[in-house]
């Protein structure tokens, strides 16, 4: 299974995150939300995946990127020269080299997003959408989906989950992975809106809640990428978050 890594991506093209320009006004909704589906599974292996906390993963990004700070400036007594609208910092290859040497494996990206599918083919349909801010496995002690997944009309039909990952843009169109934005307050608050407004216009037969009302608080433009092999489903989907 080949999860995204948003950090390890930077630091391989030499570039650190400054994170306090990751901010809520910063967004520019209009050029819309892309929700990545890159891991699939059957839904029957979903313990495979590891449990997803939003909240763990924007703490280990912070405690990650401020480590790295502290040993641009205190090993090698660099200040932190950086332009007014830039939300990259430009690292040297040694730098970047003794940040990977000290911290190790920058945190993977966050998949706050799924998305469960019965059937193959063109057969293949949406059943529920669900966020997985949740620091232990939504599923390790029977989820209300997977419990409905059992009534008969189901039987024989195969059972998929899909993750994704969240990342919106700025006025320049520089990505701001979910994860990255300051504070947590809004993260947590942009990833309610969409999954409120994906369930309110994609209606998933098994979900709920925010069926007849959206509850969203920001206007915004979703575009699903399913990147999986497996299949078509929400591919280049686009969905149309109103308040």
């Known amino acids: ?15 650190l995150p400054i994170l306090d320009r990751y901010r809520l006004k ?8 892309y929700i990545a589906l890159d891991v699939c599974l059957p839904l029957y292996k979903v313990m495979e995946m590891n449990a997803q906390s939003l909240e763990d993963t924007w703490v280990k990004v912070n405690d990650y990127v401020a ?10 007594g660099e200040e932190l020269e950086i332009n007014a609208d830039d939300k990259l910092r430009d690292v040297d290859r040694e730098i970047i080299n003794e940040i990977k040497y000290q ?24 059943v529920y959408v669900g966020k ?25 039909m195969s059972k998929h989950i899909y993750f994704g990952t969240v990342v919106f843009l700025d006025n320049n169109k520089n990505y701001m992975p979910l994860e990255f934005i300051q504070p947590f307050e809004d993260a947590k608050n942009l990833l309610s809106n969409l999954e409120a407004g994906l369930i309110f216009n994609l209606k998933p037969e098994l979900n709920s809640t925010y069926l007849n009302n959206s509850y969203a608080l920001f206007d915004m433009y979703v575009n699903v990428e399913n990147h999986s092999s497996r299949t078509d489903l929400l591919k280049n989907e686009q969905v149309n978050i109103q308040t």
């Open 67 to 76: 480590n790295s700070l502290r040993i641009i400036t205190d090993v090698y």
């Open 103 to 126: 911290l190790k494996t920058p945190p993977a990206a966050c998949y706050p997003l799924y998305f469960i599918s019965v059937g193959d083919g063109i057969d293949e349909r949406l």
């Open 132 to 156: 997985t801010s949740s620091k232990t496995h939504r599923f390790a002690g029977g989820h209300s989906a997977g419990l409905k997944l059992h009534a008969p009309e189901y039987e024989g």
């Open 26 to 33: 910063d967004i520019n909704f209009e050029y819309g939300c």
């Open 1 to 15: 299974m080949t999860m995204y890594h948003s950090l390890k991506y930077y630091l391989r093209i030499g570039y």
